[in-house]
């Protein structure tokens, strides 16, 4: 189904562990629009300090899964800027976007900074 409307608002909503995005909006004929997106996936960066070996942090990333990171969904690396320099990263993807800050957190002392971004 296709709608042309006005956007109002977006927001996310957190429900069983995972991230909604909402949309609200008002179409030509003043009738209010919700639209849901269940399919967002919150996610941050880590980025690695120099020198330091990727497949040693995504191993331990992964090692520490099942007991420290339930909610990590994916990992995947890639190559960002910071500050305007060429970085080695890893996108860490994650179910709840309310652990974000718990992970970053002990993921810390691996890397060198960790970026933010969430819905």
């Given at each position: 189904?296709?709608?042309?409307?006005?956007?109002?608002?977006?927001?996310?909503?957190?429900?069983?562990?995972k991230?909604?995005?909402?949309?609200?909006?008002?179409?030509?004929e003043?009738?209010?629009?919700?639209?849901?997106?269940?399919?967002?996936?919150?996610?941050?960066?880590?980025?690695?300090k120099?020198?330091q070996?990727?497949?040693?942090?995504?191993?331990?990333i992964?090692?520490?899964?099942?007991?420290?990171?339930?909610?990590?969904l994916?990992?995947?690396?890639?190559?960002?800027?910071?500050?305007?320099?060429?970085?080695?990263?890893?996108?860490?993807?994650?179910?709840?976007?309310?652990?974000?800050?718990?992970?970053?957190?002990?993921?810390?002392?691996?890397?060198?900074?960790?970026?933010?971004?969430?819905?």
């Amino acid at each position: 189904m296709k709608t042309v409307f006005w956007l109002l608002d977006i927001n996310y909503e957190v429900r069983k562990h995972k991230p909604e995005v909402w949309i609200w909006g008002i179409d030509d004929e003043a009738q209010r629009v919700l639209i849901i997106d269940r399919n967002f996936l919150s996610y941050f960066y880590l980025i690695l300090k120099e020198g330091q070996d990727a497949k040693r942090v995504i191993e331990s990333i992964k090692a520490r899964k099942t007991e420290e990171f339930p909610a990590v969904l994916e990992t995947e690396q890639v190559k960002r800027k910071y500050f305007g320099k060429p970085v080695d990263a890893f996108r860490v993807f994650c179910q709840d976007p309310d652990v974000i800050a718990k992970y970053t957190k002990a993921m810390t002392p691996r890397a060198r900074k960790i970026e933010i971004q969430r819905a």
